[in-house]
Nanobody, 124 residues
Framework: QVQLEETGGGPVQSGGSLRLSCAAS????????VGWFRQAPGKEREGVAN???????SYAYFVKGRFTVSQDNAKNTLFLDMNTLTPDDTAMYYC??????????????????WGRGTQVTVSS
């Protein structure tokens, strides 16, 4: 059983930066795919980025060039560095993990383990 906990959210002004962290209890070995997702009020949950089982990283078009996902395997922690934030980035951000090899960020329903989320609020 894997448990995930996100931290690092908060208020930030437009153009600012935040680093989100996702700590995993239980070992996230190479058999897992991990990802970041977000959900704004009144909108569906959408994928932001993921790291597949081979370590390949993919980003949604709307964050490419602004967000960077990374993983510290020794500390079992996933990071999301967010730069040049805009009010459209305001959402609850979640990390998730799955053993399903079809684990693209576009398929949140394939992810089995989810954190409770951390709120990011970007003001203009």
């Amino acid at each position: 059983q894997v448990q995930l906990e996100e931290t690092g959210g908060g208020p930030v002004q437009s153009g600012g930066s935040l680093r989100l962290s996702c700590a995993a209890s239980g070992y996230l070995n190479s058999g897992y795919c991990v990802g970041w997702f977000r959900q704004a009020p009144g909108k569906e949950r959408e994928g932001v980025a993921n790291i597949d089982r081979n370590g390949r990283i993919s980003y949604a078009y709307f964050v490419k060039g602004r967000f960077t996902v990374s993983q510290d395997n020794a500390k079992n922690t996933l990071f999301l560095d967010m730069n040049t934030l805009t009010p459209d980035d305001t959402a609850m951000y979640y990390c998730a993990a799955t053993t399903d090899r079809r684990c693209g960020y576009a398929f949140p329903y394939l992810y089995d383990y989810w954190g409770r989320g951390t709120q990011v609020t970007v003001s203009s």
